[in-house]
């Protein structure tokens, strides 16, 4: 077996005396606001042999309950081999820039200043010696997985077009940055910024980031209520359950993450005012700042809003139909999902937004998730059509529920009509008057002040401008 350079380099090491090394590079070092960040190429040989997971990087599915090391979303086979195609038939294997990220300990990292080039940038001499910190991938995962695999295709190659891809791969390099940085949380959300190679779930942004209050409050709500514990998704299932055995826990998908995040804004006071991240940003941090003393940061007021929150939807979970089974240990996710209408995330929004509609009326939340609790949730509960012929949810049809005849069952079922805003807007509408109908000191639900409150009804545009009057011709 042939030893690696850096096996030498550490030989050498110890035969002098010296500490081992585990790097040695001459780079460019500058700056990001407070963010030092060296840069050089590394040849893609070196690159697959000893830049990659197995050597000198490590990385892990970005996980909500750790937050002692960054993470990233999960692997994607797929993506794998469609770059690794591209690099194998390319004369021209152009990989971008790959960026990782380490701890800058004075006692493992020297940087050596060579010469000045520019205002902010300098060469320098980088010497990181073993026992230093991890280097994390904050960038660049899946290109550094498929250059290794398809090295390990052709490095050998005497002939034929492996020969040919390796000659090509021999020449090139690679751009590296090193952020010397070594917070978990920022480089999380480094990773999220710079991402873009592979669009990025709506459900991991929700997780990871933490530069936006929304983001922040869902990422409270999904750690601590009943409902979300081994239940939110913001990775592949497959990913979330082999974390879930790592940990000796369980894991059942129901909700992903950003539906979650949305149900917790709602019930704060955004209620389906939030048609974009922005608006629904906005009138988060309205709700805060309306609720912000001098005795009480704006923080400190989104975690009391998240406490309020996480404690009625563990009343809802213990209460509402499904919701309670699952709780009780008698009824599966996946047999929740089968039997209920509201295991689909437009059947959250219409419970979230129930419950910030009493929030926003004054009344008691508790007794709306009781009211929520006496409507039929079940798909099965059907009722004869008009025609007698067909048969249709006897209270979502057309906004949670579309009924239709199921070949293979023999049978009339209810299933999902679709995660619309328009669908689960007018159930929203539906289930609040239905309750001010059905209990007076709930009455208040189904007002037009709360409809506007919410979002359900426009609210009134003041006096515009006075119409011109016609000047009289002299």
């Not at 990659?52 to 002692?68: C, K, M, T, V």
């Not at 077009?161 to 940055?177: F, I």
Request: glycine residues 8%; aromatic residues 6%; hydrophobic residues 40%.
């Amino acid at each position: 077996m042939t030893a690696t350079s850096t096996d030498i380099e550490q030989l050498r090491a110890k035969l002098k005396g010296k500490r081992p090394i585990r790097f040695e590079r001459i780079a460019f070092m500058s700056r990001a606001g407070k963010l030092d960040k060296l840069t050089w190429s590394e040849p893609m040989p070196a690159l697959a042999e000893v830049w990659n997971f197995e050597s000198l990087l490590q990385r892990n599915d970005y996980d909500l309950d750790d937050a002692s090391r960054p993470g990233q979303r999960d692997v994607y086979e797929s993506h794998i081999k469609k770059i690794a195609e591209g690099i194998r038939t390319s004369d021209r294997p152009y990989l971008g820039t790959l960026v990782i990220g380490m701890d800058s300990d004075p006692e493992f990292v020297e940087i050596e200043e060579i010469q000045g080039l520019a205002t902010g940038v300098t060469l320098v001499k980088v010497t990181v010696y073993e026992g230093a910190p991890v280097a994390w991938s904050v960038d660049g995962q899946h290109r550094e997985i498929s250059l290794s695999r398809v090295w390990e295709m052709v490095r050998d190659a005497t002939e034929g077009d492996a020969l040919v891809v390796r000659k090509y791969l021999e020449q090139s390099a690679v751009e590296m940055t090193l952020l010397l940085e070594g917070d978990p949380d920022i480089l999380s959300t480094l990773f999220i910024k710079m991402a873009s190679t592979k669009p990025i779930s709506p459900s991991l942004i929700a997780v990871m980031d933490k530069g936006s209050v929304q983001n922040r409050l869902g990422q409270y709500v999904i750690k601590n209520a009943v409902l979300c514990q081994g239940r939110v998704t913001y990775l592949a299932n497959a990913s979330h359950k082999k974390r879930a055995e790592k940990n000796g826990s369980k894991f059942e998908g129901l909700y992903p993450a950003a539906a979650v995040r949305s149900a917790a804004a709602a019930i704060a006071g955004v209620g389906v005012r939030d048609r974009t991240p922005d608006a629904r940003e906005e009138h988060l941090n309205n709700v805060i700042k309306q609720r912000t003393t001098g005795d009480t940061s704006g923080e400190e007021v989104l975690l009391e809003i998240g406490a309020e929150i996480v404690e009625i939807l563990d009343y809802a979970f213990q209460n509402i139909p499904g919701w309670q089974e699952i709780n009780d240990g008698n009824l599966t996710v996946a047999e929740f999902r089968e039997k209920y209408l509201h295991s689909a995330a437009a059947g959250l929004h219409v419970i979230a937004n129930t419950v910030a509609a009493a929030r926003m009326a004054g009344v008691s939340p508790h007794e709306a998730v009781d009211a929520l609790a006496e409507i039929p949730w079940q798909r099965d509960a059907l009722k004869t059509g008009d025609d007698d012929k067909t048969m249709t949810h006897e209270f979502f049809e057309g906004t949670l529920a579309k009924t239709t005849w199921d070949l293979r069952g023999l049978r009339w079922r209810a299933g999902a009509s679709g995660a619309t805003r328009s669908n689960y807007e007018a159930a929203i509408s539906n289930v609040l008057t239905h309750i001010a109908q059905e209990h007076p000191d709930l009455s208040t639900l189904g007002t037009d002040e709360t409809f506007t409150k919410l979002g359900l009804i426009a609210r009134k545009r003041g006096r515009g401008r006075p119409k011109k009057t016609a000047i009289a011709t002299q």
